[in-house]
């Protein structure tokens, strides 16, 4: 069983930056292969990025590319998402999610694990 908590949600101005965080516990952290998707209402949960299990893979949606930098820290238990430029587009509730298996999937049903998410809201 994994149990994550997200954190580091708010408000910011478009252009600007937030750093969103997710604290894992109940399995060894460096075995999970962590993921963050976004939801906003009336839209499909979608996936944001996701991270190897060392840190040495990242993966990204075009709509995130460049913008966004997954990270994680073993020794913290924790991954994170340093997300700059951000734009209007981006407000949702962003979700933590990690999957059983040792690889990445683009897919909302494939994670097996869900934080409750934490709302970040970008105004013009």
């Known amino acids: 069983q994994v149990q994550l908590a997200e954190s580091g949600g708010g408000s910011v101005q478009a252009g600007g930056s937030l750093t969103l965080s997710c604290a894992a516990s109940g399995r060894t952290f460096s075995d999970l292969v962590m993921h963050w998707f976004r939801e906003t209402p009336g839209k499909e949960r979608d996936f944001v990025a996701a991270i190897s299990r060392t840190g040495l893979s990242e993966y990204y949606a075009d709509s995130v590319k460049g913008r966004f930098t997954i990270s994680r820290d073993n020794a913290e238990n924790t991954v994170y998402l340093q997300m700059d430029s951000l734009t209007p587009e981006d407000t949702a509730v962003y979700y933590c999610?990690?999957?059983?298996?040792?690889?990445?999937?683009?897919?909302?049903?494939?994670?097996?694990?869900w934080g409750k998410g934490t709302l970040v809201t970008v105004s013009s």
């Open positions: 999610a990690t999957i059983s298996e040792v690889r990445v999937s683009r897919e909302p049903a494939g994670m097996d694990y």
